[in-house]
């Protein structure tokens, strides 16, 4: 599993989002729902102050209803990815992009 393959794919989705429509006209599904509000929580995990997509990806991660969090926690993933984005952030290899979202939906 390669980690930068993965936040790389869910930046590429979300800039997608926003030159589909008006940013702030956003629907998201139920799932959708879930997954951003546990995002925040992801933030203040890793202690930074702002949003990035490996938090997106955590939260995901946490949200057991999709299939792909299924496969990946049935060949033990989950942990391994976790520690690793955890590792990354700590040891400055991964930082935030100086307001992400900020930027995309501002």
Known sequence: VNINDMIETISKDLCKQKDKEDSKNIVLSWTAEKIMKVVHFEVHILKQKLVEPYHILLSILRED??????????????????????????????????????????
């Open 65 to 106: 209803s999709n299939n792909i969090t299924q496969g990946l926690k049935q060949k033990g993933f989950i942990e391994e990815i976790r520690k690793e984005i955890e590792l990354r952030v700590q040891s400055g290899r991964l930082r935030s992009r100086d307001g992400f979202f900020a930027k995309l939906f501002g």
